[in-house]
Every structure is written in C-alpha cells, then in structure tokens.
C-alpha cells in the first residue's frame, strides 16, 4: 500500500446530530457503516474521499422500534440483527439478509449501506419495494421519508441530497406472505445474477413486487402485481385461498419479466435474465400462495406473526 | 492517526494510521500480527478474518479507526502460549491445512461457529460475546448437544475460501474440535 501520500480525513461521529453536522460541513465526506462496499473501493484505490464518515458509533443508527404500525430500521443495524430479531415481522427483508455475502458480511453489512451504494444488485432493494418500505433520511435542515420506488434514480445513484445521510427504513411488518428469490452462481458470496421479491398483503389485498439486478435500478413491476391481485380478486381467491390456475401463475411471470429492462454482462446476459425472473416469479408466488393455503393467514383475518 | 486498541486482551498502539487504512494492514504491518492474512482485500475470501467487538469480520473491510477502543481478537490469540486450541489441533490432525493460506481465518470461524455452539449447549454463559452477536442455534438437525450439523458448518464457513483441500478435511477437522470441545466441556461441567 503507497497511500501514505493521498490524505483521507476521518470523522467519527459520536451523535446523530454531530454526524449531520459533519455531512454538512465535509459534503466530500463518505458515509461509511460496515465498510462492506467502501472499503473494498478504498483498497482497491477506486475511490479516495476527501474524508470517511464513520457512523458505527451512532446508537440511534444501530436501533429498530416499532413506530406507527410500521417497524423502524435503524440504517445501522447488521443483516445478523435483522435475521435474528425482525424474521417474522420482516420475512421478505429477512431471506434477502440471509443470502448477503458470508456470515462475516452479514455481522458488518447494513441495510442503510445498501441503499446508500444503491447498487442495482443490491439484495435488500426487492424485498423493500415489494413491503412498500419508506426511507427516512435528514439533514440539518430536517428529516423526510422518500418511497423505496422514488429512491433509486441510477445506477449506483439515489435520491439523497449531498447534506443528508440516511437515518432508518420505514417497513409495514407483514400482513401475509412474503418471499424473495435470486440466482447466483452459489448460495453464499454471490452478487445476484437476478432477484425478486413478493409480499402478499392480505389486509389491502393487493400484491407488492421488486425486482433486482434487472433494470439501471430497482423496479417494482407494478402491472403484475395489479394483475395478480385483480385475477385473485375475479376469482374469490383471496376468501378461498383455493388452487391457484396455472394460467394466472404463468401470466404472473411473464409481467414480471416484461417489467425488466436488463443488460448482458459478466454475470449473465439479459435473455437469461429475463427467463430467470419469470421463473423466480412463478416459484416466489407459488411459495408465498402455498404459505397462504398452509392456513398460517387465515383468510379472513390476516395474523400478525411474532418477531 | 493513532489507534489503540485491545487484541488478543493486550492493549496495543499504533501511531501515523492512514485514515483509509483496514484493520487488516493495520495488524498486519503495525502491530506484528501477520497471522491474518491479505488476499482478496474485498471480503470474498475470509483470510482475514478476526472477531471486532466479539463478532466474527473480514479485517480488510473494517477501517482501522473504526477499530478505535475495540477489542479484537486475531488466530495468534487462540493458542495458549505453547499449547494449541482444540480447533487447531485438529485441524493439524485431520489434514485441513495443504498451502495454509486460508487456515488462519478458518480457524477463526470455526473457532465461532464452535463457541456459540457450545454457548448455546447451556454452558460457559457470561463470554462477552458482543453486541452483534445473536444468531441462534443452526435450524439444521442437531447432531448432539453442541455439535453442528455438516450444512451449519458449511454455512459458517462459506465465507472462507480454500483452494487446495476440496474441504473435506477441513469439515472433518471441525467436527473432531466440536467432539473435543464438547467432551472438554463435559468434563469441566461441574466447575
């Protein structure tokens, strides 16, 4: 390493408002939490900020509580904490921190470091645009929630303005089913090839989706989820969780895919992507659709499952 | 910058720490503990791997000053002066090591997965095992008490990566330690 030369300043602050003061003052400053994105730039000397941010000594980052029916997720919280304390409030989020890197990533890795790398890839974005999640994020001018579908704006580009930091996820707990998907060449250490998510909610009755690695950012695919919860509607699906038609499965899949706007590269090329969405699609309702048969939900009134 | 910090329960200083620096180059190059090593220097690989703060992390991603006032622990810490610990003796036995390029941070996480097992066997309760620890037992079938199953170890070491053994010994070399560690603490049960 011959780094000793370029200067690199860093702030670690103790307190959430000295923290936005910093991101005020130092705009060059990169936020870092578990450094699982960041420091892989730094080492591989892609990257050298004028100053890092550290924000692992920020306790409000590292807590979540429920708030006004929603659960709120510190953006500091670890993938192990979230697995081991919000899996059953949190399902979908929660299998998507399961297949994060290795278990040495997930102890470090944050799910507000993911939507600050805002990678297209990233594994907690499909799981949080198909709950509806809202992330909240401040500065010292003040706090505001942007919608997980308004976040993303580019690869590798969100919605935050260069003086705020993002502060907590805003995530309704499950009203019903929920699953994520994703390829990749093996369970563990794999950047997704492709993903999707999908959340039955069976208080609205209607169908949350996100697909990732498939599009310049994460996507919903809207038309399919009204689809889904429309044909399930017409065919009194949601009162008897009866069989679910092959042919609504099938069509289900094929919006899915329609909704992606993939590329061909290193990982895949994107006619695979495509048919790996579709499928991903199929396999994820007829999971979440088997969960729901399962009678874990009664049809009637939906159950909240404990943490 | 100057960091201190506690590894392997010595407190132990550096001074002139580049700013972007990981704790790994730190260890390595300032404190003389070359035991963790440097390979992928982007998580992939887990040669680096030492427990921060009781939970178990790749030392290339961590940057030094995050390690600030830590405690850290690294595989030069799990032998007691001449006499090995359990996991890497039987490592040594089961020919887990060819190169011995990865061995360092698979002791470590196997050092992990074995401990918690071991906690959640009921007993040496009290370990300060950090605030990001808390991962239950493995939901796999249990093989006895304290010992994990062949998918949790795979599991809990998945983020290490071998090139020379094919892995075989090194899930026998885990199983043997779970043996020894578990009948250790049988017979340090009445304590």
């Not at chain 1, 690199?8 to 959430?16: E, G, H, K, L, T």
């Not at chain 2, 079938?141 to 090194?170: F, H, K, M, V, W």
């Amino acid at each position: 390493m011959e780094q000793e030369a370029l200067f690199v300043d860093f702030i670690q602050p103790a307190s959430w408002d000295e923290a936005l003061s910093a991101r005020a003052a130092v705009p060059g400053a990169l936020p870092l939490a578990g450094g699982t994105d960041v420091m892989v730039e730094i080492n591989f000397d892609a990257r050298r900020p004028d100053a890092l941010l550290d924000l692992t000594r920020i306790p409000e980052l590292r807590a979540w509580a429920p708030d006004n029916g929603m659960i709120r997720l510190g953006a500091g919280v670890t993938y192990t904490r979230l697995i081991a304390e919000l899996g059953g409030r949190l399902p979908g989020l929660a299998m998507a921190a399961r297949t994060v890197g290795s278990p040495q990533i997930r102890n470090r890795g944050t799910v507000g470091g993911n939507l600050g790398a805002a990678s297209p890839a990233g594994d907690c974005h499909p799981p949080l645009l198909a709950a509806g999640a809202e992330i909240e994020v401040a500065s010292t001018a003040g706090t505001r929630r942007i919608p997980a579908g308004q976040f993303y704006t580019g690869v590798k580009q969100n919605a935050l303005a260069p003086d705020e930091l993002i502060a907590a996820i805003l995530i309704p707990p499950a009203t019903g089913p929920q699953q994520f998907s994703k390829v990749g060449t093996r369970n563990a250490m794999v950047i997704a090839v492709a993903s999707f998510s999908i959340c039955l909610d069976l208080a609205s009755r209607t169908v949350g989706t996100g697909i990732g690695s498939a599009a310049p950012t994460p996507r919903p695919a809207a038309d399919a989820g009204r689809f889904l919860a429309a044909a399930l509607h017409d065919a009194g699906l949601w009162e008897s969780a009866g069989e679910l038609p092959e042919p609504i499965v099938a069509e289900f899949g094929r919006r899915v895919s329609a909704a992606a706007r993939p590329i061909d590269d290193v990982r895949g090329t994107a006619a695979y992507r495509l048919h790996a969405l579709a499928v991903m699609a199929r396999r994820t309702l007829t999971w979440a659709w088997n969960e729901y048969r399962g009678g874990e939900y009664p049809a009637s009134e939906y159950r909240k499952k404990g943490g | 910058m100057r960091i201190t910090a506690t590894v392997n329960g010595e407190i132990m200083q550096a001074d002139d720490v580049w700013e972007g620096e990981s704790l790994l180059y730190l260890l390595r190059e300032r404190m003389g503990l070359p035991g963790s090593k440097n390979a992928c220097e982007q998580g992939e690989c887990g040669s680096c791997t030492v427990y921060l703060e009781g939970a178990l992390v790749c030392a290339c991603l961590v940057a030094a000053g995050q390690a600030e006032g830590c405690s850290i622990g690294t595989v030069e810490g799990l032998a007691s002066g001449a006499e090995l610990h359990p996991v890497q003796e039987a490592f040594a036995e089961a020919g887990a090591v060819q190169c011995g390029f990865c061995t360092p941070g698979l002791l470590v996480a196997a050092h992990d997965l074995l401990t918690r097992h071991g906690q959640d066997q009921g007993q040496d309760r009290g370990q300060d095992r950090g605030q990001d620890r808390g991962q239950g037992p493995g939901q796999a079938g249990e093989p006895g008490r304290g010992r994990p199953s062949d998918p949790e170890i795979r599991e809990a070491l998945a983020g290490n990566l071998c090139r020379c053994t094919g892995y075989e010994q090194i899930l026998a070399a885990v199983h043997l330690a779970a043996d020894r560690m578990a009948a250790d603490r049988m017979a340090g049960g009445a304590q």
